[in-house]
């Protein structure tokens, strides 16, 4: 890895923040972590690390005590064969909580992050204080009413905001092929990819897709990362023993997940908010990271 795309170089960035690795739940989680006050657990997605939330974690600092986890197989932390149900990976986030000695925190996830992130909330309530799920819903039955071909006229060079067309969620699916066609060759995924679903991809520079395409582009990130997405019937399975969070919960939608939301939000919770972004794309923390803090702010310091 080039040294500037490291995570020893990377902090510099982020005054007050420092690199950590701990081992919980028999794999290796690496984290980072800053500011003082009640403690934010963040969570990144697909396919990203701890950095996307480089414009807003710094910020967030200033009224908590942050800490951004690349969950398994994500980033700096392992890859192991197994594990990716993300009950497990929830258990995972669980113990990290207790062998940091907290006692409730604050979540945040975004994307798959928010998926891992609402099933700590589902399986361990009594360490979520609150939740912030930003466009990552857990994994539920209407994913098998997902699309093999898109709607006639919707499959342009921008997502459509009405008839998405996710057709990655079916090549993450296969194993071994991924690997052999993007090691080495990430950033192509990663052009298209932000192009497509970011109203303005300008919002993310070459830099930080270097960062990832860094990562990715190692056959062993990709199959981990792709693990993600191969557990999502056994995540489905999982869901139907669930019981609605109680504890209060935001969801920030982008422009293409908000009827989503809409619709999901008041069956997985009995106290929530619901943030929409218009002119936002998925990637929000690049696009719009003053309305994701202004929201995030807001809800945590709203007394219950």
């Known amino acids: 890895m080039q040294i500037q795309y490291t995570d020893q170089e990377l902090i510099k ?6 690199n950590h690795t701990i081992t919980v739940n028999g794999t ?20 990203q690390t701890w950095y996307s939330y480089h414009k807003v974690a710094p910020e967030l600092a ?28 929830a258990a995972d986030i669980y113990y990290f909580i207790q062998q940091l000695g907290l006692q409730q925190v604050y979540v945040l996830g975004h994307d798959i992050g928010g998926m891992v992130a609402m099933s700590l909330a589902f399986n361990y309530p009594e360490v979520v204080a609150k939740l912030i799920v930003a466009d990552g819903l857990h994994p539920g039955e209407g994913m098998m009413q997902m699309r093999l071909l898109p709607a006639p006229g919707t499959f342009g060079s921008k997502i459509d905001n009405e008839q998405p067309y996710t057709w990655w969620m079916s090549f993450n699916q296969v194993k071994g092929l991924p690997e052999q066609l993007l090691a080495g060759r990430y950033r192509l995924l990663l052009d298209w990819l932000f192009d497509y679903v970011m109203v303005d991809d300008s919002k993310i520079s070459d830099f930080e897709k270097e960062i990832y395409a860094t990562i990715y582009n190692d056959p062993e990130r990709i199959r981990a990362s792709n693990a993600w997405y191969q557990t999502f019937n056994q995540d489905i399975e999982d869901a139907k023993s669930y019981n609605q969070l109680k504890m209060p919960v935001l969801g920030i939608a982008s422009n293409v997940s908000y009827g989503f939301y809409q619709y999901a939000l008041p069956m997985l919770a009995a106290q929530y908010n619901l943030v929409h972004l218009a002119d ?15 929201a995030v702010i807001s809800f945590l310091k709203e007394k219950e």
């Open 280 to 294: 936002t794309g998925h990637y929000m923390f690049e696009e719009n990271p003053e309305a994701v803090n202004n």
């Open 13 to 18: 960035q982020w005054v007050g923040f420092t």
């Open 28 to 47: 290796q989680i690496h984290y980072v972590e800053g500011g003082k006050g009640p403690t934010l657990l963040c969570l990144p997605g697909w396919p």
């Open 62 to 89: 200033k009224h908590f005590r942050v800490i951004v986890a690349d969950i398994r197989g994500m980033g700096s932390s392992a890859t192991p064969a197994s594990g990716y149900s993300k009950k497990n990976m």
